[in-house]
């Protein structure tokens, strides 16, 4: 499984970026990069949401109303439901200054000791993941685009390599149109793409994706930045490897979709 | 001048070879020494060792039992005895007595005392009782205590790290040495220090390593108290206590669980009512249904046998059972059964029985039915196939293999903890002291051995 979806599970981890194994206390980089008032109160989708950590950091240190997570494995879907409880079992319920950090107020040790101490509705109302190809399932409950609005923000952090090997050049245009669906006009789509030596090593370890991997003509970079232009965003920024306050290990994008007419809300300018 | 090709090619390949580097057992540069970050770590370990703490508070006669006369002084101990040492568990690369040697070359320590010959160690006299130590002294305990969350999970298991990176940090130097660490698991630890410390230092980000989530032991309780009192005020919660961690103690007797030979309080449902089967899952330490019992093994066999064996059983019944599928309905597909993953066998060289330690319930339920199904009889040590038995005359002397339940399963894992912590873990080296017996067969068969049968171990000469 993990060599044909990438779901490793620590693999999505901000690790990469930060060292081996960061606590859970540890920002994500990769989530500070981005404008504050972007997530402030977003409604955010996280495709590949791995283990849970980023939608943990999205809700306790990002003011995130509320995050949907979808993976295509079922035990880190479980994994990210008890990972963001943990989170917020961490925090402190008054939400004036206790006099410490309130995201970590409560110890790890009594967390793990008792159990959680949030209700189970009360993490859902926050929280939601699903289990599916984001490419060809859809969500079981209705998605905010359904309802006719559309997330803030959509995360792909380290997923887009997966989803090309898997589906291939096609798979990956329909990705990035079901993304720009999914994103409400002049909302923010954030992508980490891996690159194409990153392609090369999973299909060494999964000789089964040499199929597609042979036939891809989009590559990532320019290849892959037109194709999502051409799904209806625009870039708003870059950062490069080795950017950012910890020093990138791999490229991250900031687009915003565009609405239907050109200059209605005025974009981010970075 | 002229040189024969063979005689070039000789010369080359012996080149070649001498510039291959030996495969490192640790980091270590060309003179011989190692990483001065790792020495520094291996003998912060072992000043914790050595600590009041970690004397005091440890079994007596895990120190007395290696503790020699080198040169006529005493309190020496060689320094290949400290290996199977529960704090050195975790550090990597593995410690080896050479590395030892190096480390407390390289760094030489004030607290601790290498003998002449630099084989034996041992704590400085002059430093026999430390003024400094907090040891005997419960409230001290108390207030020197800190704890800790690091940036990055798993280095609590390694005290020496711990212990090394405080060292570097900018705290006040009257908190060094670190008397002892206990680690909670990967993401927390409890880590004493010589004297009391403030809340206001505990408070001060800057003085504590980049990161790290710190604060006293008092506010540790205040906090836990309160966290505990949240979630009281939601009665649908089942209450999960796990088996008693060290911090559940009173205050300052947390080390008892630091060695092997503290007894360990029973596990009681927070809860008056009687628990249920799923609580008492949750509230085990250890995940049910994992062990499976095996009788009638070769005396002479190995654990790499013992797998082999299984493995192959296993694979045999998973085959004959889709075969068979496929005979009843041709239109089925043929299918592998499922590998079996085992996770452990703890096996003692000498003995008849062993005990399996499987991945997953249905890996142990696979074992047994593989084992019921299949008779084989294990001829001699490097048996990997078992003869079939047919028609034994009633001896019964195939290999049988049982699923430990009950209070046999919780004798037994509590039995691995505590091995663990005495050195007997995969990753420990043999203590000198004598191996510990886990009788934890079937009660049926212990009764039945119990009542005058002499035993199946058979003397084993290596």
């Known amino acids: ?270 | 001048m002229f040189v024969p090709r063979q005689l070039q090619r000789k010369v080359l390949h012996q080149q070649a070879k001498e510039f291959t580097p030996l495969a490192p057992t640790e980091k270590s540069t060309k003179d011989g020494h190692i990483d001065p970050t790792l020495a520094k770590e291996m003998v912060m370990t072992l000043e914790i060792l050595f600590s009041d703490y970690g004397i005091e508070n440890g079994p007596p006669e895990w120190f007395s039992t290696r503790m020699r006369s080198v040169e006529g002084e005493g309190d020496f101990i060689h320094l290949s005895a400290l290996l199977d040492c529960p704090l050195l568990a975790e550090m990597k690369p593995k410690p080896s007595q050479v590395t030892f040697r190096k480390a407390l070359t390289q760094y030489p320590s004030d607290f601790l005392q290498l003998s002449k010959d630099k084989y034996y160690i041992r704590r400085r006299h002059e430093y026999l009782p430390s003024p400094k130590s907090p040891a005997g002294h419960q409230r001290g305990l108390e207030d020197s205590t800190i704890y800790i969350e690091p940036h990055v999970t798993g280095i609590t298991l390694n005290p020496g790290r711990v212990a090394r990176m405080l060292s570097q940090s900018a705290i006040p130097r009257k908190y060094l040495p670190v008397q002892f660490v206990e680690a909670g698991d990967t993401a927390w630890a409890f880590v004493i220090l010589s004297t009391a410390v403030s809340h206001e230092d505990a408070e001060n980000q800057e003085l504590w390593p980049k990161d790290w989530i710190i604060m006293t032991k008092r506010e540790w309780r205040r906090r836990d108290e309160e966290y505990q009192q949240l979630r009281r005020r939601r009665p649908t919660f089942p209450t999960r206590i796990r088996a008693p961690k060290r911090h559940d103690r009173a205050p300052g007797s947390s080390a008892q669980q630091m060695w092997p030979d503290r007894p360990i309080a029973s596990t009681v449902p927070a809860d008056p009512a009687s628990p249920r089967e799923d609580d008492q899952k949750m509230n085990a330490d250890y995940e049910l249904g994992l062990i499976v019992y095996l009788t009638n093994i070769h005396p002479l066999t190995t654990k790499e046998t013992i797998t082999s064996f299984i493995t192959r059983q296993v694979d045999r019944y998973n085959r004959k059972k889709s075969s068979s599928k496929i005979k009843h309905n041709p239109s089925a597909m043929y299918e592998d059964g499922p590998p079996v993953n085992i996770n452990y066998v703890d096996y003692q060289k000498g003995l008849t029985t062993a005990h399996l330690r499987l991945r997953k319930v249905q890996d142990s339920e696979l074992v047994v039915s593989a084992l019921k199904k299949r008779k084989r009889r294990m001829q001699d040590g490097n048996d990997k196939k078992g003869k079939k038995v047919v028609n034994d005359g009633g001896r019964e002397d195939w290999v049988k293999a049982t699923n430990v339940k009950g209070d046999e399963e919780k004798i037994y894992w509590e039995k691995v903890l505590a091995a663990k912590w005495k050195g007997k873990g995969k990753n420990k080296r043999k203590g000198p002291s004598q191996p510990i017996t886990l009788d934890v067969r079937p009660s049926y068969e212990r009764e039945h051995t119990d009542a005058g049968e002499p035993s199946k171990k058979i003397k084993f000469e290596d």
């Not at chain 1, 972007?38 to 989708?45: E, G, P, R, S």
């Not at chain 1, 283990?51 to 035990?75: F, I, M, P, Q, T």
Request: charged share 25%.
């Open chain 1, 1 to 270: 499984m993990s060599t044909k979806t990438g779901s490793y599970k620590t693999y999505q981890s901000h690790a990469r970026h930060t060292g081996s194994n960061p606590a859970a206390h540890i920002p994500d980089p990769r989530l500070l990069l981005i404008p504050q008032e972007i997530l402030k109160d977003a409604t955010v989708l996280d495709i590949g949401c791995n283990n849970g950590a980023v939608a943990g950091h999205l809700l306790l240190r990002h003011a995130v109303k509320s995050v949907v997570g979808v993976d295509v494995d079922e035990e880190l879907i479980l994994k990210s439901r008890s990972h963001v409880n943990f989170m917020l079992s961490r925090l402190h319920p008054d939400k004036t200054d206790p006099g410490g950090k309130r995201e970590e107020w409560y110890p790890v040790s009594s967390v793990r000791k008792y159990g959680s101490r949030i209700a189970h509705a009360e993490v859902c109302a926050r929280g939601r993941f699903w289990c599916g190809d984001y490419v060809t399932a859809v969500d079981p409950v209705s998605s905010p685009s359904s309802a006719g609005g559309g997330y803030d923000v959509v995360l792909a952090l380290s997923v887009v390599k997966w989803v090309h090997l898997a589906h291939g050049d096609a798979g990956l245009r329909r990705f990035f149109e079901k993304v720009a669906a999914d994103v409400r006009p002049w909302g923010y789509f954030l992508l980490e793409p891996q690159d194409w030596e990153s392609y090369g090593r999973a299909v060494g370890k999964n000789p089964a994706l040499r199929g597609v991997f042979e036939g891809i003509r989009v590559r990532p970079g320019e290849g892959m930045e037109g194709l999502i232009v051409e799904c209806g965003f625009r870039v708003v920024r870059k950062w490069g490897v080795g950017e950012g306050g910890v020093g990138l290990k791999r490229e991250v994008l900031l687009f915003q979709r565009l609405g239907k007419g050109e200059g209605e809300e005025s974009g981010l300018d970075m």
